[in-house]
């Protein structure tokens, strides 16, 4: 796994749970490629409504 890769993923998971760090944030917007943190944000998002509605389900059957 890339450093950028793992860098990029440890701050969408932290923005999500709404941890990140102040310092961590800056560092992402100074060196990072918004797109890829808007992606992983997108890909985060639509995973994370799968697996809600899979529980979901599982509990209403």
Do not use: C, P, Y
């Not at 796994?1 to 993923?9: A, E, G, T, V, W």
């Not at 701050?11 to 310092?23: D, E, I, W």
């Not at 917007?29 to 918004?34: C, P, Q």
């Amino acid at each position: 796994m890339s450093s950028k890769f793992k860098q990029i993923l440890q701050s969408t998971l932290a923005a999500a749970f709404g941890v990140q760090s102040h310092k961590n944030r800056v560092q992402d917007f100074e060196e990072g490629n918004a797109g890829w943190f808007i992606l992983a944000g997108i890909i985060f998002t639509v995973i994370f409504i799968f697996t809600v509605l899979a529980v979901v389900n599982l509990v209403i059957a």
